[in-house]
């Protein structure tokens, strides 16, 4: 049973879409085995660091973030030529080089339509922290961000 979910947990894109262009997507992904390892200052900043950069060298614009810690949220943009897969292969691969063992083999995606509000996915993410109960408000949690998009 165990090996039938890691098969099917290894490639849980849609096969007719090709991940590539000027879409939004709502990111997650999860640390080895479901593991609490997203935790403390020094790991969540350079995690930050490197998805930031991994953002930079695809072009896709990070509209929010929160690392949980069991779990990334993200919500990025793409340009033209962003691919998701690539973004996500270049930032497991850089964090995972630096904090062996970080994450689970795959992710998981949501391609957000266009008539969907992008905010609100945005707080959505941002809210984590707060429906889990770790925090009262927004800006309480530091794990979360951009911090210039983030409602007070």
């Not at 039938?4 to 894109?13: C, G, I, V």
């Not at 992904?29 to 060298?57: D, F, Y």
């Amino acid at each position: 049973m165990a090996e039938d979910q890691s098969k099917r947990l290894t490639a849980p894109r849609l096969r007719s879409f090709k991940y590539i262009g000027p879409y939004a997507y709502f990111v997650t992904i999860c640390t080895h085995s479901r593991q609490p390892r997203l935790k403390g200052e020094p790991l969540i900043s350079s995690l930050v660091a490197l998805l930031e950069s991994a953002c930079n060298e695809e072009s896709f614009h990070l509209l929010a973030y929160c690392f949980m810690p069991d779990h990334l949220h993200l919500l990025v943009v793409g340009g033209e030529k962003s691919s998701l897969v690539r973004l996500v292969k270049r930032y497991k691969q850089t964090s995972s080089y630096r904090h062996k063992g970080l994450w689970q083999r795959s992710f998981y995606d949501r391609v957000l339509r266009c008539e969907e509000d992008v905010m609100g996915v945005a707080r959505y993410i941002w809210e984590n922290p707060i429906r889990k109960g770790l925090v009262e408000t927004l800006r309480d949690y530091p794990f979360s961000g951009p911090v210039d998009f983030m409602p007070s």
